[in-house]
């Protein structure tokens, strides 16, 4: 047996999880106080120069089955998806999903972060406080003058290597078929003004066509001597003596040092232990080490250390929904290389070598609006609907209903489907009305959690991303690329229905409207609960509120009940974000950074 790390007995702060929010608060640390030792122990392998983690090009390889990059979690079958279990991957690797995700550059709304302070008493969380965060961590190589961007961070934004022919087409015919919602060039102000206007989605990607992500950008290069993370390290649990977080107990995983011992090991943190494994990882550490409920805790035979009943409750996620279409076999699309063809690889990786230029520099998911109804629209939604306006939409304005993209690629198992030129429009829901909860089995840190991803258990979730396949449909069937709807991945819809109109050129700005009958929205319906699926935005189940509404950690971060102790990363959410989530770790992670600073006597 070999060991793969030499890990010393103590260090000043750990961190439980080496994912996106881990790298980013570790390495602000790090170089604020480069006297203190600081260890991040993650479970998955390093991400070091490595060229499926750097390409932007290679993201669809770490949602293979295969992926050793990746954990799926399985939830339970629910009848509300129709049947099947939802399987929810989250990044296994260093940096977690900054270094696996799609990369795509969709920052919240102010009124999301207000929230967190307003409604859940955590002050120092607002939109105020949280903006310039976001604005100290990027480079906005796009414009870094633009008002809310930033100029001189670690993490490069831009429109990488290229745009696709296709999202230049979405955003003109969207804006002229869309009358009411035009074109703009700024759709992440994070106020009103990004709300329904179609834009090109800048990307985590650097203008030379590099994936950015926090360990590339905080860690790897940071020459703090007493910073170490250590990859293929498994936390058990926090040991709490007396109320205190004194340490964490973790093992070598096999899966990644394959011949490391298998013995668990104890390593004590003289200041702070921060769990940072993410949404799906943090809450079942914690119930490991014997916090949460009580009932759940005795079941999986843990003893109670604290009763905290939020923990692994409160489970969010942005659904998602992507209906492909047929395009012009003249459109250049990611299809050839995410389908393996050798020619396609050859010549995209040769490229990319030259400055990162070419398809293997970029996602080719550029073309966006963030779609909210206006008043005259809201009766097209329907009853259900109102769930979800009332309690979120109605009153801020600056909140979408969800956001449409468009993928010059089929973001599906390709192996699986006819060699055609496929984009597809994907649809995630801002701010779903479902929630569910993720809880331990047992106290083996290996076993398969006790998992219920709540998807569509809302019917305004539905009615929502009902409507969204229709307006989807009307603005992809008149762009001039457009050669048909690819059927077998939309609604079965009745013998006969007007819906299933075999298009195979675009129709012009003015054609009339598709008509769907009753029966055919049962159709969109029952399709909605058969291909729905995670965005990969799992959030809220540590829950930064009050204990006495199901709050795990209060407005410091520090877990209730124990001393010592701190959670960073999505897991904190009180509320759902209208964003892809990487912006929203970045916030939490540069705060916590900002916090743990203060606790220590200085500042990052």
Not at 84 to 109: D, H, L, T
Not at 138 to 149: A, R
Not at 182 to 195: F, H, K, M, R, Y
Not at 337 to 364: F, S, V
Request: include cysteine; hydrophobic fraction near 40%.
């Amino acid at each position: 047996m070999t060991i793969p790390h030499t890990i010393e007995a103590e260090y000043d702060l750990i961190f439980a999880g080496g994912g996106t929010a881990a790298c980013v608060t570790a390495g602000r640390l790090a170089t604020a106080f480069p006297d203190l030792s600081i260890l991040v122990l993650e479970r998955g392998a390093t991400t070091k120069d490595k060229k499926e983690h750097i390409q932007p090009g290679q993201c669809i390889t770490h949602l293979a089955p295969t992926s050793k990059t990746m954990e799926f979690n399985i939830s339970k079958p629910s009848e509300h998806v129709a049947g099947r279990s939802s399987v929810v991957p989250c990044g296994r690797c260093v940096g977690g999903g900054s270094s696996v995700n799609f990369m795509m550059y969709n920052r919240p709304a102010a009124s999301d972060f207000d929230a967190w302070e307003a409604e859940f008493g955590n002050v120092g969380w607002s939109s105020k406080d949280l903006i310039p965060l976001l604005q100290k961590a990027e480079t906005y190589e796009i414009d870094p003058k633009k008002s809310t961007h930033g100029s001189d961070g670690p993490l490069k934004v831009s429109f990488a290597s290229e745009i696709s022919d296709l999202a230049k087409e979405f955003v003109e015919i969207g804006a002229k078929f869309e009358k009411n919602r035009p074109e703009t060039d700024e759709g992440n102000a994070l106020n009103v003004e990004s709300i329904n206007k179609f834009f090109i989605m800048p990307k985590w990607i650097s203008k030379d066509g590099r994936r950015s992500d926090v360990p590339h950008a905080y860690i790897y290069n940071n020459p703090a001597k007493k910073l170490s993370v250590f990859d293929g390290t498994l936390v058990h649990r926090v040991i709490i003596e007396d109320g205190v977080a004194v340490g964490v107990e973790y093992q070598f995983d096999n899966r990644v040092h394959e011949s490391a011992p298998q013995d668990i090991r104890v390593v004590k943190a003289r200041k702070l232990v921060v769990v940072a494994a993410g949404a799906m990882s943090s809450p079942l550490i914690l119930e490991r080490s014997g916090l949460g409920a009580k009932v759940v805790l005795e079941k999986a035979g843990v003893a109670v250390v604290a009763e905290l009943a939020g923990v692994g409750e409160n489970y969010q996620d942005h659904t998602l929904t992507i209906a492909p279409y047929i395009v012009d076999e003249k459109i250049k699309t990611l299809n050839p290389l995410w389908r393996g063809e050798p020619a396609a690889w050859g010549q995209a990786l040769t490229e990319w070598e030259n400055g990162g230029a070419g398809i293997m520099g970029t996602n080719y998911i550029d073309g966006l609006i963030k779609m909210r109804p206006y008043p005259e629209e809201l009766p097209e939604l329907g009853p259900d609907f109102l769930e979800i306006w009332n309690s979120t939409l109605a009153n801020n304005p600056d909140k979408p209903l969800f956001w449409m993209s468009t993928a010059a690629a089929m973001l599906g198992d390709l192996a699986a489907l006819p060699k055609l030129n496929f984009m597809c429009s994907a649809v995630l829901l801002g701010y779903p009305a479902s929630r569910g909860r993720i809880h331990i089995s047992s106290s083996d840190p290996l076993a398969a959690p006790d998992f219920e991803a709540g998807f569509l258990s809302s019917p305004a979730d539905v009615a929502a991303l009902r409507w969204a396949y229709k307006k989807g449909r009307e603005i992809n069937r008149r762009l001039p690329s457009f050669r048909g709807v690819f059927f077998a991945g939309h609604p079965q819809f009745p013998e006969g229905s007007a819906a299933l109109v075999e298009e195979t050129a675009p129709v012009s700005l003015d054609a009339p409207k598709i008509v769907y009958s009753a029966e055919d929205d049962k159709a969109i319906d029952l399709y909605i609960r058969q291909v729905v699926v995670t965005a990969w935005h799992s959030c809220g189940t540590c829950a930064m509120k009050p204990l006495d509404k199901g709050g795990v950690v209060d407005s410091k971060l520090s877990v209730y009940g124990v001393k010592k102790l701190k959670v960073v990363d999505l897991s904190i959410m009180p509320s759902n974000v209208n964003s892809n989530t990487y912006s929203a770790a970045v916030a939490i992670a540069e705060k916590a950074a900002v916090i743990i600073a203060e606790e220590l006597g200085g500042s990052v």
